[in-house]
């Protein structure tokens, strides 16, 4: 049974920053690429970024430069470290491997005002 579990959402002020935490299991976590993706009201789900083991992550143009994915071994943990956010970042995140398994997780609301 694959686990996914995001948080660290919330309201944030056009130009902060915030922290996405997301816990996985460790058979996902240790034998496949890990990704965070978005999906805004109204469409349909994006790839923001991944990471695997030696490969340099990849970043989607629409948040390179100001998101960072980074992962933490010790308790099967993938990060987004959100800065300079704007209105456009308002999604549900969710994390998933590359290409992502059937199951989903409940997801992070974010939500930037402006």
């Known amino acids: 049974q694959v686990r996914l579990v995001e948080s660290g959402g919330g309201l944030v002020q056009a130009g902060g920053s915030l922290n996405l935490s997301c816990t996985t299991s460790?058979?996902?976590?240790?034998?496949?690429?890990m990704g965070w993706y978005r999906q805004a009201p109204g469409k349909q789900r994006e790839l923001l970024a991944h990471?695997?083991?030696?490969?340099?992550?990849f970043y989607a143009d629409s948040i390179k430069g100001r998101f960072t994915i980074s992962t933490n071994n010790a308790n099967n943990t993938v990060l987004l470290q959100m800065s300079r956010v704007k209105a456009d970042d308002t999604a549900v995140y969710y994390c998933?491997?590359?290409?992502?398994?059937?199951?989903w997780g409940q997801g992070t609301q974010v939500t930037v005002s402006s």
């Open positions: 460790g058979t996902i976590f240790n034998f496949w690429t």
């Open positions: 998933n491997c590359v290409p992502p398994l059937d199951g």
């Open positions: 990471i695997s083991s030696g490969a340099a992550p």
